[in-house]
């Protein structure tokens, strides 16, 4: 079969993310992305030059599909505190009910904390996330704290899932964001 010649960025940058989701980011060579991309590893280098750019390449592309998916989730649900708990759902369902998947998940976030550009753009997803979860607590006291607590507690519950829970993630996660609901008396 011959080689493609040309793949569009965000083309690429999915089946670079796809790789490095399924394998982890150590995977993602030059030779690993050529073959899954069809493209010659000579193009992949005139592209991006490093791994490292490649990398960071596709996980800004990452980022800027959460951004977009956190903002549409956030224009749908009500402001209401069960809109929170909506819109944290909608953001649980990218690892299914596979927490092998959350955990390679993590191995991707490594990569987040690593990279100062990286590290911005998680850096500025979380103050938007944290705006978009406080505009649902508006009435109540203090709506930036309870949205931050809210986050830690999402989290929180997306790793208690992820070493063991029996139950589907949105149902486990559903359940700690009602308790903290509950707790909080919101």
């Not at 010659?40 to 005139?46: E, K």
């Not at 592209?47 to 956030?74: H, N």
């Not at 998680?122 to 309870?146: D, Y």
């Amino acid at each position: 079969m011959p080689r493609r010649r040309t793949l569009s960025d965000e083309q690429l940058l999915a089946i670079v993310l796809g790789l490095i989701h399924a394998e982890g980011p150590d995977a993602a060579t030059f030779a690993a992305v050529a073959k899954a991309s069809g493209l010659s590893g000579s193009t992949l280098v005139q592209r991006f030059a490093t791994k490292a750019a490649m990398l960071r390449a596709a996980l800004l592309y990452a980022w800027d599909r959460l951004d977009a998916e956190t903002e549409r989730l956030a224009g749908l649900v009500a402001k209401t505190p069960e809109g929170a708990v909506a819109l944290l759902l909608g953001l649980s369902q990218d690892y299914g009910d596979n927490a092998a998947a959350y955990g390679e998940g993590l191995l991707v976030l490594r990569e987040d904390f690593r990279d100062p550009v990286l590290r911005a753009r998680g850096a500025a997803w979380g103050k938007a996330l944290t705006a978009a979860i406080a505009s649902c607590f508006e009435s109540a006291p203090a709506p930036e704290t309870i949205a931050r607590l809210m986050l830690s507690q999402w989290q929180g519950s997306l790793t208690w899932w992820g070493f063991g829970s029996e139950e589907p993630v949105s149902a486990y996660v559903e359940t700690e964001l009602r308790r903290f609901l509950a707790a909080v008396k919101i």
